[in-house]
């Protein structure tokens, strides 16, 4: 079976040292630093990793967070290359179910924050566990737009959500529907066909979990 978790993994850990820790990322206000703390607190600190997705956690996840962004920047990014075999999102079991989408999307999040970035040409196996992982997230993060949404990734697959309405049509490679379904559509090469109206709201909207 294909690792592409940890290959995204280690692409991620070595386009981040090639760049250094003041380096921008696609995250507004995050640097390379920020982005590697937070991929350590979601790893290493289950106490605090439940502010990643929850608002009443979140002070204390960004507590957290910042401890580790203090710590020397090497450090943090031997750490991501070796996830603790106890970690309830990276352990040898679930690493690759957990982290395929979440290093793809993280390792763009450095790619595309870099002038003359490109898409890459991805493996289609790869994309095809993109689109699975998207996918769900699709349907919930985009459960109450108010339109409906045809979401297509050609030749693997296409779903509906939206609250009905107005119809759009999402159409692109799944690395790329995914990077726009976790609410980086600023960066995300996708075609967006509909009103204009309905199309700038979706671009706009607060995607993702």
Known sequence: MPRYAR???????DLMLSVGPDAPTVNE????RDLA????VRE?????????????????A????????ARPFAELVAQLRRPPAWSPVSNPVAHELFNTLEFFVHHEDVRRA???????????????????QAAVLGRLGLRRFPADVLVQAPGY??????????????????GELALFLTGRQ????????????????????????
Do not use: N
């Open 44 to 60: 290493r600190r289950p106490d605090a990793a439940g502010g990643i997705v929850l608002a009443p956690l979140r002070r204390r």
């Open 7 to 13: 290959s995204e993994r280690e692409a991620l850990a």
């Open 186 to 209: 600023r960066v995300a090469r996708v075609q967006v066909d509909g009103p204009a109206a309905v199309a700038e709201r979706l671009r706009a909207a607060r995607l993702g979990i």
């Open 114 to 132: 870099t002038a003359g970035w490109q898409p890459r040409e991805l493996p289609a196996g790869l994309h095809a566990r993109l689109w699975r």
């Open 157 to 174: 697959g296409e779903l509906s959500a939206g609250r009905g309405g107005q119809r759009v049509r999402l159409v692109a490679a799944p």
């Open 29 to 32: 206000g995050w640097t390379v």
């Open 37 to 40: 703390a937070h991929i350590l």
């Open 62 to 69: 960004e507590r957290v967070r910042t401890q580790f962004a």
